[in-house]
Antibody
């Protein structure tokens, strides 16, 4: 069975970088697309970006140049880095597999941006 | 970006009721809409893709319909396990966008 698990710090200071890991079991990240989606307090959900089976990426323009998604195929993991965070980036972050559309999701990790 | 206007924000139903949630897109999305269920502290669960295709394991009391800009999602004979929040997602164009969600509660 496909399983995804997010990990990373739950608290990040403003202006710093948020870094999260998604560990995938039961399926290779060299197939399909893999992405990050976040849910804000108040429940709005936002697609952040994805990395493809070949390593190409696509990002939500709303995140401009702050976001980077990378991967380590040897560990079957992919990563999110979001730079210059503000309190507006406080959210629960999910990783998910894209199989037209997002089918398997992780449980999510809550990240608070606060000094 | 395509805006997805989902309504109502909340819904109160009795067991056995039929409930309907709607999503209106800001432009034609050619049936590329999915519906998710989310319970507190859990991962979203994909219920329906491409307007009306039920995922394996989705009970037949769930259904979806629509075309163009207007789509609906229904639960017939609401059961206690259906108490959750529901979201629509358009995936015809990047950036993919979600509706604001509907919280289903028991009356």
């Amino acid at each position: 069975e496909v399983q995804l698990q997010e990990s990373g710090p739950g608290l990040v200071k403003p202006s710093q970088s948020l870094s999260l890991t998604c560990s995938v079991t039961g399926y290779s990240i060299t197939s399909n697309y893999w992405g990050w989606i976040r849910k804000f307090p108040g429940n709005k959900m936002e697609w952040m970006g994805y990395i493809s089976y070949s390593g190409s990426t696509s990002y939500n323009p709303s995140l401009k140049s702050r976001i980077s998604i990378t991967r380590d195929t040897s560990k079957n993991q992919f990563f999110l880095q979001l730079n210059s965070v503000t309190t507006e980036d406080t959210a629960t972050y999910y990783c998910a597999r894209w199989r037209v559309p997002w089918d398997y999701w992780g449980q999510g990790v809550m990240v608070t941006v606060s000094s | 970006d395509i805006q997805m206007t989902q309504s109502p924000p909340s819904l109160s139903a009795s067991l056995g009721d039929k409930v309907t949630i709607t999503c209106q897109a800001s432009q034609n999305i050619n049936k590329y809409i999915a519906w998710y269920q989310q319970k507190p502290g859990k991962a979203p669960r994909l219920l329906i893709r491409y307007t009306s295709t039920l995922e394996s394991g989705t009970p037949s009391r769930f259904s979806g319909s629509g075309s163009g800009r207007d789509y609906s999602f229904s639960i017939s004979n609401v059961e206690s396990e259906d108490i959750a929040s529901y979201y629509c997602l358009q995936y015809v164009n990047l950036p993919y966008t979600f509706g604001a969600g509907t919280k289903l509660e028991l009356k």
